[in-house]
């Protein structure tokens, strides 16, 4: 069974930084693709970051490039999202998922969500 289970999130004023983790298993995490997507309260699904299986190539929303980085550990099936310079509209629950973004989302489970806060 695939299990994503997110930690990390909290609250953080405009300008703070927060890093989130997620460890992955039921499935051999070095050979996927993984994302982070995030659910603002009254949105739709967005993404924001894919890794490939390997780590050596990463893609990101517009809205985040620049402030966000992903990286993966495939020796300990985490997937992290370093998050700087956070801003109110990255409030958000972040999800880790098992997919990529090609024009769309395509994944095929994701986990519950940490929550992540941005005001003053």
């Known amino acids: 069974e695939v299990q994503l289970v997110e930690s990390g999130g909290g609250l953080v004023r405009p300008g703070g930084s927060l890093r989130l983790s997620c460890a992955a298993s039921g499935f051999t995490f070095s050979t996927y693709r993984m994302s982070w997507v995030r659910q603002a309260p009254g949105k739709g699904l967005e993404w924001v970051s894919t890794?490939?299986?390997?780590?050596?190539?990463?893609s990101y929303a517009d809205s985040v490039k620049g402030r966000f980085t992903i990286s993966r550990d495939n020796a300990n099936n985490m997937l992290d999202l370093q998050m700087n310079s956070l801003k109110p509209d990255d409030t958000a629950l972040y999800y880790c998922a098992k997919g990529y973004y090609s024009g769309r989302l395509y994944y095929t489970a994701r986990g519950q969500g940490t929550q992540v806060t941005v005001s003053s």
């Open positions: 890794i490939n299986s390997r780590g050596g190539s990463t």
